[in-house]
């Protein structure tokens, strides 16, 4: 008996879905790629498929190790758990940080760690100077203090792009002052489509790097976490104890290399998309929290955005809030319903009230 896979070779059901490029649904490439794996037990550390997914990314970042999560929330929160030895400790993040605002508290259960979640001055991102060194807690006998022991900076962050300079400075800062740089790379596929930096210098920068499988990427499940050949060990031991040992994982392994090498090429074009339709919003008027650099659009949450999530749903676009998120399982019809929507409320708006803006 043959497996009828048709399901996943159409459009996908996330064809007009701008909540979260987290809705993406497994190609047929992906699927079939079940057909490569392995079946070994990847907690005995015996499943050559799951070995060869670590060790691509791990390539790709340049890091000598790398370890398959179920989540990038897991990759994150035992990233930070092994960097961390014993408290009283800190954690400096942006205030949007994933890993402080998203991951239900696990900094202070599972790291028994303070967050110290810094508002950057310029808005966008924390740079050395104006917000890391004037919040930094050196580890120097002061007794009052929870020493600032992780730095863990995210890209993107709403989107935007974290300017490798400054990345540059925090990590030789933290090498000097002996502070663990965790990079949250959720999202690091997009930022590489435009990034002047090679994929395979980040490594440096960092002492361990998340990147995640099933946002952009499209596959259905994981994570991997980067780092050295001592820590991934250590990191292991810490995913095991949070239940994160997958057996057969050869399966999950295949379709997230089928996955990465099918959907990656199509990052360029999602970000056309967000472009274009970022362009027609600054054409009407309709502000934005900052210019788009990758594949989100943030519509200003000081405006209205309940009425405009109404008119997007009405017309059968799956809307949730101000942030339009797009992935390579948005079609073209889906960006040219949303154009010609905003184009028509423009319209009718100002044949009504005669003002030029309707966001009031
Ligand atoms: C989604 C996300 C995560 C966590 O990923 P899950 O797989 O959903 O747990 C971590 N960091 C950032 C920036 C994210 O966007």
């Known amino acids: ?7 996943f070779g159409g459009v996908s059901p996330a064809h007009n879905d701008f909540r979260s490029d987290t809705l993406t649904t497994p190609t047929l490439e992906t699927v079939q790629a079940i057909s490569n794996s392995t079946l070994g037990d990847a907690v005995y550390e015996e499943d050559d498929k799951t070995h060869e997914l670590e060790q691509y990314v791990a390539i790709l970042l340049n890091k000598p190790k790398g370890l398959f999560c179920v989540s990038g929330t897991m990759s994150n929160q035992i990233a930070v758990r092994t960097h961390l030895k014993q408290p009283p400790h800190s954690v400096l993040c942006d205030y949007r940080g994933h890993i402080f605002v998203n991951e239900a508290g696990g900094l202070a ?26 919040n930094f807690i050196p580890d120097d006998g ?16 709403h989107g935007m792009v974290y300017p490798i300079e400054e990345i540059k400075r925090i990590s030789v800062f933290c090498k000097e002052n002996d502070v663990k740089l965790h990079l949250d790379g959720a999202r690091l596929w997009d930022a590489l489509v435009h990034d002047e930096l090679p994929l395979l210098e980040y490594g440096q920068y960092f002492d361990s790097i998340s990147i995640c499988l099933s946002k952009g990427i499209g596959a ?5 976490l980067v780092g050295d050949e001592k820590y991934i060990t250590k990191a292991n031991h810490f995913r095991k ?16 290399l089928a996955a990465i090498k099918g959907n990656f090429p199509k990052f360029a074009q999602v970000h056309q998309y967000t472009k274009e339709v970022a362009d027609v919003c600054d054409l009407l008027d309709i502000p934005l929290e900052h210019p788009p650099q ?39 019809e889906s960006v040219d319903k949303i154009i010609q929507v905003l184009k028509e409320w ?15």
């Open 220 to 224: 259905p499940i994981g994570s991997i």
């Open 241 to 256: 104890q949070q239940g994160g040992g997958v057996r057969q994982s050869g399966i999950l392994a295949a379709m997230a």
């Open 1 to 7: 008996m043959s497996v009828d896979l048709s399901v």
């Open 142 to 157: 002061e007794i009052h203090g929870a020493p600032t022991k992780v730095i863990a900076l995210e890209n993107t962050l």
């Open 346 to 360: 423009w319209l009718k708006h100002n044949k009504e009230s005669g003002s030029g803006t309707y966001y009031k």
């Open 109 to 134: 259960t599972l790291s028994q760690a303070m967050v110290q979640p810094i508002h950057p001055k310029n808005g966008k991102y924390m740079t050395l100077v104006d917000d890391i060194e004037p």
């Open 294 to 332: 990758t594949n989100f659009i943030f519509i200003d949450p000081s405006k209205n955005i309940a009425k405009l999530v109404e008119i997007l749903t009405a017309a059968g676009l799956k809307v949730n809030s101000g942030r339009l998120a797009f992935h390579h399982q948005i079609t073209r």
